[in-house]
């Protein structure tokens, strides 16, 4: 029974989050296409959630049917504009619109289907419902079940694959935004298999409930503040949000009222301790990220340190050899004049020529050494 309590709270808390996101995301940034597509994906995580709570409250048959149908509308919602706002963020929308074509048919195919089952009693994507496990109603797939199946299981694989394809195409600036996307829908849907395995009457526990909400929630935060983080953060942030989830549950199902509070005493000092090492996490990696980028700035400053060294050197060098040219030419002719080759001269005009020798060699000395230095 207290797993039950712990998949209804899950749930529960599950739409609540798939609201608050679509109300963050439509408000935020209603403007840009992802984020409209994405709104969508958290509308069909409400629908989705809604349906799942309605199985495990049930007591009658129909009712629980009825959750069945509702929660599988949520989820062709999900995963088709899923897949399409990934296709958009990375920009490649126009040269993947076969299988975007592809998808979307499946997912109006099945909701027609699905539509069909709620309106007529038919039982196309689901045949009925029946106790599996701990649940007292589960769902039992329709024949035309396989089509969901198919985008349950490729819609994820195709998402990897673009956003691991797009790393080496997309700017700078949205390298973090996609690692940070691929690291949350690698957990999310991990997750999200759990459920689909009592479906087929595999032994397993949907106990991946939670990661679903934390990857659409990790994404949201991306979309909204932009603000990136490495994996670092996003496994310390996932850590908290599971100990304080496991702490509310163990608060709301023990029957001791003494432990009860003490449970709730532990709880608040948490979320007050997760808070602490949360934003101490953010702000080493924030501090990690100004110092790397303050070594690039200071990389590319002295790179060009380099170039302008180089051409000063350049330019000292031509110019030194450029002024000693003229330079050795003056002074052999004046010391031809001074040692009579060219004729005798006058006394005034050798004291004239001397001077013009002399001043012409201490300028050879002064070009020498600026080549000494350069």
């Known amino acids: 029974m207290s797993a039950i309590i712990f998949y209804k709270i899950v749930y529960l808390l599950t739409a609540l989050a798939g609201f608050i996101m679509a109300v963050v995301v439509i408000h935020g940034s209603w403007k840009d296409k992802f984020s409209r597509l994405y709104a969508l994906v958290n509308i069909g995580l409400i629908i989705w959630a809604i349906g799942r709570y309605m199985m495990l409250v049930a007591d009658t048959v129909e009712y629980a049917r009825l959750g069945a149908i509702i929660l599988y509308f ?4 999900i995963y088709t504009f899923f897949l399409h706002s990934i296709i958009v963020f990375l920009g490649i929308e126009g040269r993947r619109f076969l299988v975007l074509s592809l998808f979307y048919a499946i997912a109006i195919l099945l909701a027609f289907l699905n539509l069909t089952d709620l309106l007529f009693g038919t039982n196309l994507v689901i045949s009925g419902v029946e106790a599996k496990s701990i649940f007292s109603y589960y769902e039992i797939p329709g ?12 819609i994820p694989l195709i998402a990897f694959f673009e956003l691991v394809r797009g790393y080496t195409t997309v700017s700078e600036s949205k390298k973090s935004q996609l ?16 459920i689909l395995a009592l479906v087929y009457d595999i032994p397993v526990q949907p106990i991946g409930v ?5 990857q659409f929630a990790t994404i949201t935060y991306a979309i909204v503040s932009y603000r990136l983080f490495n994996v670092k953060v996003l496994l310390t942030e996932f850590l908290v949000f599971a100990l304080w989830i496991f702490i509310l549950v163990r608060t709301i ?3 001791n009222p003494d432990e009860q509070i003490i449970d709730a005493g532990l709880l608040v000092f948490m979320v007050v301790l997760g808070l602490i090492l949360v934003r101490s996490v953010q702000k080493e990696v924030e501090q990690r990220e100004k110092i790397e980028k303050l070594a690039k700035d200071l990389e590319k400053a002295n790179e060009r340190l380099k170039e302008l060294d180089q ?3 350049e330019f000292v060098s031509m110019a ?7 330079l050795t030419a003056i002074k052999g002719y004046a010391s031809m004049m001074l040692q009579g080759d060219l004729g005798t001269m006058p006394e005034n005009l050798k004291r004239t020529v001397n ?10 000395t002064i070009v020498q050494d600026f080549l000494d230095i350069s």
Do not use: D
Request: glycine share 8%; aromatic share 12%; proline share 7%.
């Open 355 to 364: 001077t013009i020798f002399e001043s012409s060699n201490a300028l050879t």
């Open 320 to 326: 030194t050899h450029q002024i000693r040219g003229p």
């Open 74 to 77: 949520g989820s062709f919602v």
């Open 143 to 154: 024949r035309f079940y396989p089509l969901q199946l198919f985008s349950n299981i490729c």
């Open 253 to 255: 199902i023990n029957p």
């Open 210 to 214: 939670p990661l679903v909400t934390l």
């Open 311 to 313: 051409l000063k050197s």
């Open 179 to 194: 690692k940070y996307i691929l690291i949350s829908s690698i957990i999310g849907f991990m997750g999200g298999s759990t």
